[in-house]
C-alpha cells in the first residue's frame, strides 16, 4: 500500500474549523482515503473515507485534490473532544490498513 | 450490541511465559485482525484473518500465533513473552473481505507487560 505523510501535530481553537492534510503522491488508482482517529486510551474510530468526489458525513468533511495526490479532512467546529490522532490510510482492499504516526490534534479551550 | 470485545485489559507476565489475548466479534465480520501499538507509533499490522481457519500475516508477525476456528473468535497466541513484545494490542474487524470501502472496527485495546 502507498504511503501517505501527515504533519505529527496541529492546534486547533475550540469551535474553529481544522484543516488536517494528508500527502499521499505515490497513490494509486484504486486506493481510497481513509480517515481514522484515535481519542485517548481507546481503539482508533471510523471517521470518513473517499476514492475521488469530496465527501460529507456527521463527523467531518473529506477534500480530495483533483490529481488525488493529496487530501483534506475538515473538522467544521472542533470541540475538545475532537482532540485525538487523526490517521490518513490509503487502501484498495478495505482490510489491511498501514497506520502512520498520524497527526496529533490539540484544541485550545 | 458488544462490538469488539477484546480480554484481558491488563496483564503482565514474566519473560518466557506464554498467553493468549482474546479477540471476539458479534457482528459477523468476515475480516479480523490484530495490531499492536507501540509509545509514540502507529498501529502495526501483527495477523489478520479473512474467515475461519485462513489466517495470514502482517507486518510484524514475529513471536506471535494465531488461529480462526470460527468465525466470531480470534485469539493472539504469545508462545514465549519477550520484553520486546510490551505494548498496546488492538483487535478489528471488518464486516467483508475485499470491499475498499470496508470500515475496520477495533476494540478497546490489551495493554500487555512483559517483565
Known amino acids: 500500500d502507498a504511503k501517505t505523510t501527515q504533519p505529527n501535530s496541529m492546534e486547533s481553537n475550540e469551535e474553529e474549523p481544522v484543516h488536517l492534510p494528508c500527502n499521499h503522491s505515490?497513490?494509486?488508482?484504486?486506493?481510497?482515503i481513509h480517515w481514522y482517529r484515535q481519542l485517548p486510551s481507546q481503539g482508533p474510530e471510523y471517521v470518513i473515507h473517499?476514492?475521488?468526489s469530496n465527501v460529507n458525513n456527521r463527523m467531518a468533511s473529506l477534500a480530495i485534490a483533483e490529481d488525488r495526490k493529496s487530501s483534506t479532512l475538515i473538522l467544521h467546529r472542533a470541540t475538545l473532544r475532537d482532540a485525538a490522532v487523526y490517521y490518513c490510510i490509503l487502501s484498495d482492499t478495505g482490510n489491511q490498513f498501514y497506520f502512520g504516526t498520524g497527526t496529533s490534534l490539540t484544541v485550545i479551550p | 450490541n458488544a462490538g469488539v470485545t477484546q480480554t484481558p485489559k491488563f496483564q503482565v507476565l514474566k519473560t518466557g511465559q506464554s498467553m493468549t489475548l482474546q479477540c471476539a466479534q458479534d457482528?459477523?465480520?468476515?475480516?479480523m485482525s490484530w495490531y499492536r501499538q507501540d509509545p509514540g507509533m502507529g498501529l502495526r499490522l501483527i495477523h489478520y484473518s479473512v474467515g475461519a481457519g485462513i489466517t495470514d500475516q502482517g507486518e510484524v508477525p514475529n513471536g506471535y500465533n494465531v488461529s480462526r476456528s470460527t468465525t466470531e473468535d480470534f485469539p493472539l497466541r504469545l508462545l514465549s513473552a519477550a520484553p520486546s513484545q510490551t505494548s498496546v494490542y488492538f483487535c478489528a474487524s471488518s464486516y467483508k473481505v475485499g470491499i475498499p470501502t470496508g470500515e475496520l472496527f477495533f476494540g478497546e485495546g490489551s495493554r500487555l507487560t512483559v517483565l
Open positions: 505515490t497513490i494509486s488508482g484504486t486506493d481510497y
Open positions: 457482528m459477523n465480520h468476515e475480516y
Open positions: 473517499g476514492l475521488t
